[in-house]
Each structure stands twice: as C-alpha cells, then as structure tokens.
C-alpha cells in the first residue's frame, strides 16, 4: 500500500518562505510523476508543479513561476516543495500526488489521473 505524507505547512507572513515535504512510502514504482496540488477555500483544486523521476524540467502554474521550486530526494523517497516570496493568495491545502508513469506538459494538472494523494498540509500566508 503506497502512502503519502505532506508536512511543513504553517501560518507566516508574506514575503517569507517555506518548505513542504512529502514523504512516500510502500510498494510503489520508482518511475512516477510527483505533483503538488492546492485547494483554497471556495476554489477548486489546482496543479501547482510537478516533475518526473524519470528526469526533464518540471511543470508549473503560471501563478507560482518564479517562486516555487520542486525537488526529489530519490534516496529518502522524499519530494520538496520549496515556497519563496509568499503571498496571501497562495493560502491553500496543499496536497502531493503521484500517478505511475510521466506526466506530460498539457495533463500533469488533471487531478484524475493521480493514483495516490497525501493527507494535505495547510499553508496560511498572512498580508
């Protein structure tokens, strides 16, 4: 059984910094694509980046280009979200999710096709 598990959300003030992790463990293959999703409240869920084990630049929304940053540990089955210059608007549940296989540029996004989701962290950016 395949688990994920997002942690580092906190409340902090704009401008400041922080860094989500999402820990994966179980069974699982090592060729996925990890994608970190956000849901504010009133507002859908949407894609926020993602990346391929298998290697290539990550994709990202336009609202966090520049900012955000997405790594793995592939030793420590560990995925990063590393969030800079952070604003109100980027106040959401963040989630990690993984499906088996690549993401690609015009479909990482669409939610359905994940195969295991984390619990969420809550990320709170104060004006």
């Known amino acids: 059984q395949v688990r994920l598990v997002e942690s580092g959300g906190a409340s902090v003030q704009a401008g400041e910094s922080l860094r989500l992790s999402c820990v994966v463990s179980?069974?699982?293959?090592?060729?996925?694509?990890m994608s970190w999703f956000r849901q504010a409240p009133g507002k859908a869920r949407e894609g926020v980046m993602s990346?391929?084990?298998?290697?290539?630049?990550?994709f990202v929304a336009e609202s966090v280009k520049g900012r955000f940053t997405i790594s793995q540990d592939t030793a420590e089955n560990t995925g990063y979200l590393q969030m800079n210059s952070l604003k109100p608007e980027d106040t959401a549940m963040y989630y990690c999710?993984?499906?088996?296989?690549?993401?690609?540029?015009?479909?990482?996004?669409?939610?359905?096709?994940?195969?295991?989701w984390g619990q969420g962290t809550q990320v709170t950016v104060s004006a």
């Open positions: 179980g069974y699982f293959y090592t060729q996925y694509c």
């Open positions: 999710a993984i499906l088996y296989g690549n993401c690609g540029s015009t479909a990482w996004s669409r939610e359905e096709l994940y195969d295991y």
């Open positions: 990346i391929n084990t298998s290697g290539g630049l990550p």
